[in-house]
């Protein structure tokens, strides 16, 4: 079935720890996004990529990166996870940057302690 | 700054009709979106208006007033399935999203 996987479903990470989350899409869509949704609080973008090889920041960057070397895959990082990241991180992509349907993958769910 | 207001819960009857309403204060538009989201799932795409007017598609319409900066999601023939969260998105100038924090409806038998 074409969409977007994300892996892990669900983590919990000591605080300090370096973690990855994955996502990949096979639906050969150009732009790609992170995003964060928080209890009270609409999803908030942490980076996006317009296509391959380029990624750009968005509204909450700080502690996290990103890097887009094919079009299929768009990981996060955390270098030194802290509480405050503890959310439901969610990866999308849409067939180009602008306005249209954004296709989200199941999200996953992380815990710092 | 940018603002995006909508309800944080509404309730109402399998069977009846809910409108949603979502106002807007952005840096420029490039159109807004609703996404209906079940709990613990991800967002799905329900519609897209950029001009004024109502978008109608099947049992959910659409509204937009671009000069008021104001939208409403309409919801007929209610099941219990539409119990989810709506999220009422605006893009910017910059073709960046701006995502209101999401309506709950809750559907009752």
């Known amino acids: 079935i074409a969409g977007i996987t994300q892996a892990p479903t669900s983590q919990i990470l000591a605080a300090g720890r370096r973690m990855t989350l994955r996502c990949t899409q096979d639906m050969r869509h150009n732009a790609m996004y992170w995003y964060r949704q928080d209890l009270g609080l609409g999803l908030r973008l942490i980076h996006y990529?317009?296509?391959?090889?380029?990624?750009g920041k968005g509204e909450v960057p700080d502690g996290y990166s990103v890097s887009r070397a094919n079009t299929d895959d768009f990981p996060l990082t955390l270098a030194s996870a802290v509480p405050s990241q503890t959310s439901v991180y969610f990866c999308?992509?849409?067939?180009?940057?602008?306005?249209?349907?954004?296709?989200f993958g199941e999200g996953s769910r992380l815990t710092v302690l | 700054g940018q603002n995006i207001d909508q309800p944080t819960e509404m309730t109402a009857t399998e069977g009846a009709i809910v409108q949603i309403n979502c106002t807007y204060q952005t840096s420029g538009f490039n159109g807004l979106f609703w996404y209906q989201q079940h709990a613990g799932e991800a967002p799905t795409f329900l519609s897209y208006?950029?001009l004024d007017g109502l978008e109608e598609k099947g049992r959910f319409s659409s509204f937009l007033s671009r000069s008021k900066g104001y939208s409403y999601l309409l919801l007929k023939e209610l099941q219990m399935k539409d119990s989810a969260s709506y999220l009422c998105a605006v893009m910017d100038s910059n073709y960046q999203l701006i995502w209101g924090a999401g309506t709950k409806l809750i559907i009752k038998p």
């Open positions: 990529s317009n296509t391959a090889g380029t990624t």
């Open positions: 208006n950029v």
């Open positions: 999308a992509s849409s067939p180009d940057r602008g306005p249209g349907e954004l296709f």
